[in-house]
């Protein structure tokens, strides 16, 4: 059975179910899919522990899950996206005529904050860790320039491979695919190009970034080598591979560089996204009472 596969909660329902969960699914892959898979599962099995059908649900089952779910102390986001996702399972099944109407069409969902809640790092903070991987040697180096220089998800930066290196009108560059299996194309600044380079060595093909077995580096050994390079740097925070991509984009703000132009290296479908970084910083230095101030009283 495939790693998405999923468990039925009752034997009548399986075959049912698992086509109304490949028709779900057969829209997405990658990441996406995984994480839809995931929040079926755990849904799947709150259902078999209340001995409920998938499609004997009623709007108030579900609330009844979202409760369980605040009394377990879960994240508001996780819970919203758990209840999207099984929002979008029974829309789908209502296309396929599964059932006659979606339970989840009502339910409420937790009300989610705005602001990024993730912890980056400062400018010096960076800095220090990107030292840190180029004294830690070859793959932690491009490891550290690829979260925190070029932003990538870690699952990008562990994907790429040493064919996706290329030059382009005079950049060095690399294709990812990124989320929505988008590919994009980053050029490469000069020190990533060459941390890049050094990981590569030799080698003309196959994963760029390796374990010291010499397979693909994942996504928990990379954020083992995140969480060893930080407490190298002295950084006290506790951060993970998406600081240093939140870390990048705040950088490139305080740096000047234009809303737009980040929302394009960051690769944010909705610019909404991008301005959340914006606010989290709470930059005194940019406030609109300097602004105003100077305008009306010349700054005095």
């Not at 929302?263 to 910083?281: C, E, F, K, L, W």
């Amino acid at each position: 059975m495939s790693s998405t596969a999923i468990t039925m909660p009752t034997p009548p329902l399986f075959d049912e179910a698992r086509l109304a969960v490949a028709g779900f699914l057969a829209r997405y892959s990658g990441p996406t899919r995984k994480s839809y898979v995931s929040d079926l599962r755990q849904f799947f099995a709150w259902c078999a522990s209340v001995d409920l059908e998938v499609f004997g649900t009623k709007r108030g089952h579900i609330e009844l899950w979202a409760r369980s779910m605040e009394e377990k102390g879960l994240a508001r986001a996780t819970i919203g996206r758990r209840l999207s996702t099984v929002a979008g399972f029974y829309r789908i099944c209502l296309l396929d005529g599964l059932i006659e109407h979606s339970p989840a069409e009502y339910v409420r969902r937790p009300k989610i904050d705005t602001e990024s809640a993730t912890l980056g790092l400062d400018r010096m903070e960076l800095s220090a860790f990107i030292a840190q991987g180029a004294a830690g040697g070859s793959m932690d180096h491009a490891l550290a320039c690829l979260l925190g220089l070029l932003g990538l998800r870690v699952s990008e930066a562990c994907s790429i491979n040493i064919e996706a290196l290329s030059l382009e009108r005079g950049h060095r560059t690399v294709t990812v695919l990124g989320k929505g299996s988008k590919l994009a194309v980053i050029p490469l600044p000069p020190r990533v190009a060459r941390a890049v380079d050094l990981a590569a060595g030799e080698r003309v093909s196959g994963p760029l970034l390796l374990t010291q077995a010499g397979s693909r580096l994942n996504r928990h050994a990379a954020t083992r080598i995140v969480n060893r390079l930080a407490k190298g740097a002295g950084i006290t925070k506790h951060i993970s591979p998406h600081s240093l991509r939140h870390s990048f984009i705040t950088a490139a703000l305080d740096a000047g560089v234009p809303l737009r132009d980040v929302q394009i290296a960051a690769r944010h479908s909705d610019p909404r996204t991008t301005t959340r970084y914006d606010r989290a910083r709470n930059n005194l230095d940019r406030h609109a009472s300097y602004i105003v101030t100077a305008f009306v009283a010349g700054g005095s």
